[in-house]
Every structure is written in C-alpha cells, then in structure tokens.
C-alpha cells in the first residue's frame, strides 16, 4: 500500500499553521490538566503519559516525548516527512506548553464527569485543528489518519476503540469508576472528530 497523494488546493500559511499550532497546543494541555486535576486517565499516547505519570511521578511532557518516540518512524513511513515534521513540532509544543503552564493555572476543583467531559472537547478540538493543518499528536493519530485516508474509515471511530482499548488496559492501575469516566472523555473527544473530521473534506498530508 502507498500513501495517497496529497490534496489539491491552497495550503495554510506558514503564519496560518503557526497560530493553528499554538492554539492546539495551548487547548491540548487544559484538557490535560483537567483530566489530570480529576485523576483521569484518556487514550492514546497522552492517556499512556498520563499513565506514567500517575504510576512513576515523570512529568507529563517528558513522557509524552518518550511515548510517542516509535510512533514517528511509522508516520515518516506512512505519511510523510511533512506530516511527520509537523507532529514533532506538535508533541514538543504540547509537551512544553504543559510544563509551562503548570505555575500558572490553578484548578482548585473539578467534578470527574465534568472534567471527563470538557477535558475531551478540549484535545478533540485541538487535534481537530492540527488534522486540518496536517499534523497530528502522534501515537495513533498516525494510524488512525492514515486508515481514513488509504480506506475512508472515520477516524474519530478507529481511534475510540483504539483508546477504548488502553482504557480497559489501565483497569490494573486505575480503579474502575475513574477508568468509566475516562472513557466518557475519550467519546466526547473522538465523537468531535468523527462529526467534523470526515473523509473527502479535510485531509492531513
């Protein structure tokens, strides 16, 4: 199987795509903040840092470079050196804007629903942003964009039973109810961008 060819049609700017990154980034890390605050856990590699975090006290952002380090040989294979660029820059910026902003946000308390709820808009809406400036957050944003676009399958849907999966993996860590709310998150995230993100009207490379 090759990668198909990108889309015709103008592209973002590169000061387009630099502002789409910052916002994505800065949405990214307040939903993974609450989640945090609330002790939830979400999918993929975010939702394995989150792990890691919880498990061994590594910061979030040093273990969702770590996480997603694998994950970029398959996007370079896959996707693209654009596209592969484009999400490193993207894990590195969240990463960072989430240590950054550790001093400077307070969350004093949040309901676990709540939190699960809003803090999975929150990275649905910025992956939203990044698929259509054609990055991603790596780990199985690689997979799963590449899957609708070599086959049109929905990648709101692929990725909830990917995260599905880890969810239930992490019932050995997390207790039961926490993991039941996570995966509230983890449908309002992906349900985001199964709606908005449709094969044949956004395309990531």
Partial sequence: ?????????????????????????????????????????????????????????????????????????????????RFTAKTAVAVVLLAA?????????????????WAALVGGLLLGIALLILFRHRGSLGGFNVLVL??????????????????AAILLSSLGVVAPPIVALSLLGALALNLTLAVNHRPGRYMAV
């Fill in 146 to 163: 590449y899957l609708q676009e070599r086959f049109g399958w929905r990648a709101g849907w692929v990725q909830l039973g990917l995260d």
């Fill in 97 to 113: 804007v989430a240590e950054i902003q550790r001093p400077l946000l307070a969350i004093g308390a949040v309901q676990p629903a």
């Fill in 1 to 81: 199987m090759t990668r198909t060819d990108p889309p015709s049609g103008p592209r973002h700017s590169p000061i387009e795509d630099v502002l789409a990154f910052l916002s994505a980034a800065i949405l990214a890390a307040l939903g993974i903040a609450i989640f945090e605050k609330a002790g939830l856990v979400t999918g993929g590699t975010a939702g394995l840092a989150l792990l890691a975090t919880y498990r061994f006290g590594l910061p979030f952002g040093a273990a969702f470079v770590l996480v997603n380090l694998p994950f970029f040989a398959l996007a370079l294979w896959r996707m693209g050196w």
